[in-house]
């Protein structure tokens, strides 16, 4: 038998580890550039570096988004897409604003209870997805204005009151300690990584009949990563009451489309089965930067949208060049 | 239990798709400790019947049985809590997964805290592969990233790896090369002697001869007779009804090299595992390009297409040179090129076979921007006439005919675009012994008016026969050069694997 041709090129397991991971990679390098510039932008317009004070406020601002990221990221491994995060969000939003209370007791409770009403919305949306045989796109489209119209019935108006313990466990305004919770939710994600839920959610996203003829069961898979999904958007909807001190049924609606630029920018593939959530959350971060850069330079905040989506088409572009590139070699 | 009970059995089975029989009353006994061969023309109903043994289909009426008990299989792991396990012939494989994750789907190994352990994922993977003998496949590269007769052996790997009781490969060596058959045979021989049942299936006569205990033939969606002893050209009457050539087609005479200016010529073309190689190919040549996976005729072929990246080198068509950036240019200088992974490389499955057979010639269908659907037809459907593919209509969408069949229609594609470079990489792949023959005569009657054809194949019986002169690649480099008349198989082969040093 010749030497084999082949088992020269094997790779080792840390470049294996770099070829195969170049979505987050490229989401680090753009959160870095994205950071440099914006270091850059504060300096020329304030004459000193952004410090505590601007980590504080963009950790916590960023974090509904870095959990609706999650959310979005678990719908997206399946191949299909969530457009409800944002009626998830509302709906929590509400809900946490009227109810949470003053004692820790309820607080918790209720806290709980917000969560399993996201799992509930992520059930139907799963249930119909996987049982009804219908388009994702269509169930959320729809999932979403119920939910929006569920939000506004529970909290006409803007307000509510979101007590200042709780304001200070999630979105503490005095210290990035928020950053925990990003943390704690890459751990997360590293253990659900290596669950059967975890497997099953990339591989029916790889290929749903081929995942299925080696015993996963796609139905259960995917309403599963729907529930967790709609409980990340709950969780996603009680930062956002901690870290606004009241609540708004509308606020969260922004948050369908900017999760779902979190993920690309994130390198988590809308064809489903590719990539991972850790990428989403830098993505996060990584669109806050942006708005932060663009408030900076003064652009008129009714072109903000337009720069947003330019720089996404261009990230983009980026990205899938370069994959394309260290996939050739 | 008894020796007479079959270890597993089909009888009658029936099952539509829409409007398309696939198999009306179709029955099959395999014993166990015998390997068992299904042949049939292209769209017969083999890997319909093996889906059905395999739990992937629900037969619309029939019985199956499985150590003589009837079973119902509502999905394929209830054939494996049976004992039985399927290589399907598109591949299960999840592509952006590694392979350890293939290998081991479902069954990974477990750190105390219940979580998959990764580390021990890939060495187990590895030593399951290791333990096959195969060692070139590496556990931790994405099954995408891998060659195809790889993934190939991933599959069966994945399937032996459970010590069946029952295994069904459906055209296990359709993507493999000599070595790998022999490994794969090595395996099944292995799996007989310890009692177990193979039913397979091939297009491959050598293949069937070398191995089969016994043969059933299909035609038409039902069996038609099962033996155990049959010469290839009874199979082929049986399985096409008639009498048909087997033969391999006359070479046209070899064009004079100096007669002519080449049709193709390639000057120091480097690429990623391909070291500068260089050749010209005559029009009304055949040349044909061996060697062992992975050794760099792929890459080759890519960068003959535009497809891959060239790193250096020239490329002349009939004495200019020619810039290959992508397949566009390639197709404008009159390069075809039939690539191996018609999945993933060339068909669009939910699209009709209309739709894939005129998607090389858009540009030459169209007046002012617009498609003339009459001519489209018309085309599409002289070139489905042409090449025998067997579909319900021009409008069925492409995913739905069998393996072979699809293979034609990709063919078939290239063809209409009435290249002056033809490649054709592993075209007979899965292709019926008698389509085979019209497809070498095809190409013989191609390379007689004056084309360059350039072919790759996995089966060394095809180069020996096909080509005027057979360039064998090794460690991307071309290691050696055969001339017809008097190539034989044997040649072909041990120039592949011969000891570099
Ligand atoms: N999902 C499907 N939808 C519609 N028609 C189908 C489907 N699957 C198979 N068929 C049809 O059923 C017939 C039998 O196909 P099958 O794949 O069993 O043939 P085969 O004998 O395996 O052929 P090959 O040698 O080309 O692989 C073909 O005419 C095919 O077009
Ligand atoms: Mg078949």
Redesign the interface.
Known sequence: MPPDAVASSRRSRVAHALAQNVGLELAIAMLVLSVAIYCAIYYAAQGLLPGGFELTTTVNNTMPLVLAAVAQTLVVLTRGIDLSVGGVIDLTNAIAAIGLGDSLAQMVAVSVAVLMVGAACGLLNGVLVAYGRLQPILVTLATLSIFQGVAIRVLPQPGGQVAEGYTAALANPSGPVSLLYAVLLALIWWGLRRTRLGIGIYAIGNDESAAEAHGIDARRTKILAYMLGGTFSAAAGLFLAANATAGDATTGNGYTLTSIVAVVLGGVSLFGGRGSAVGAMLGAFITTMIVNILFFAQIDPLYQAFYEGLFLVGAVLLAGGIGRLVRRS | MSQDVPAVEAVNLVKSFGGVRALQGASLAAAAGEVHALVGENGAGKSTVIKALGG?VQPDGGEIRIGGRQVRLP???TA?ALGAWTV?QE????????VA?NLL??R?PRTRL?????RRL?ANAESVLAGLGV????P???VE?IPLA?RQMVEIVRAISHDPRILFLDEPTSSLVEREVVWLFGQIRRLRAKGACIVFTSHRWNEIRSIADRITVFRGGRDVGCFTELSEEDAVTLMTGQRVETFFPPLPAAPRAADHRPALEVRNLAA??LRPVSFAVAPGEVLGIGG????GHRELFLALFGA??ATGGQVLLDGKPVRLRNPREAERAGIALVPEDRKSEGLLLPMSVRDNLSLALLRRLSRAGLLRRGLERQMAGGEVQRLKVRTASLAAPVGTLSGGNQQKVLLGRWLLTDPRVLLLYDVTRGVDVATKHEIFELMMRLAGEGRAILFYSSDAEELAHLGHRVLVM???RMAAELRAPGITAEHVVSAA????A
Request: overall charge negative.
């Open positions: 992937r999905a394929p792991p494996h399907f591949l299960t494989l999840l592509p952006g997964m590694t994750e789907l479902a990974e219940g979580l998959v352990d990764r890939a060692h070139h496949i590496d931790r590269a994405l990233d790889e990623p595992r062992l996976a992975g050794h891959g990246r090794r460690e991307g694997v011969r000891d570099a």
